[in-house]
């Protein structure tokens, strides 16, 4: 049996703060399935505040307790914003009941911080859930950011 498919979003944020916004690529096992996208200026103060929201919960000294539909409200968001673009081709790239191992690299703390492991994948004919995918974020150094 293979590896697992690996979904590589990578993130860096380009302009100046509180104007930038969010420059990212969408890998599959490391082959480019779209690059170059851009946030709106909207859709990245949205994740900004996404991302303060979820780390002031740990601020305040506990862990983040919310109802399952608001992680469900929550996951679908960050869906939209990073994979609703490349989803078909994710999805047409990955066989039916494969474990898929979803991996976000970015040197921005907003976009680390970020609750990915909520992050929802659709299960339309491709079993998806928080127990059928892997999450893990790490710091990208710069040259990870061209996609191969």
């Known amino acids: 049996m293979g590896q697992d498919p690996t979904i590589t979003l990578s993130i860096k944020e380009t302009g100046e703060s509180p104007n930038s916004t ?72 990955v066989p039916v009941g494969a474990l898929r191992f979803l991996v976000i690299a970015s040197e921005v703390p907003e976009i680390l911080n970020l609750p990915g492991s909520s992050c929802y994948l659709p299960m339309v004919s491709f079993s998806a859930s928080i127990h059928s995918s892997k999450f893990a974020a790490f710091p990208a150094p710069p040259s990870s950011w061209r996609p191969s």
Do not use: M
Not at 32 to 38: L, P
Not at 52 to 66: D, K, V
Not at 72 to 93: N, T
């Open 22 to 93: 969010y420059l990212f690529h969408v890998l599959l096992d490391g082959n480019a399935i779209i690059s170059n996208q851009c946030l709106s200026s909207q859709d990245s103060r949205s994740v900004r505040e996404v991302s303060s929201r979820f780390g002031a919960l740990f601020e305040q000294g506990c862990g983040p307790e919310t109802d399952a539909d608001a992680q469900r409200v929550l996951g679908k968001q960050l869906f939209d914003f990073w994979l609703g673009l490349s989803w078909e081709k994710i999805k047409a790239g």
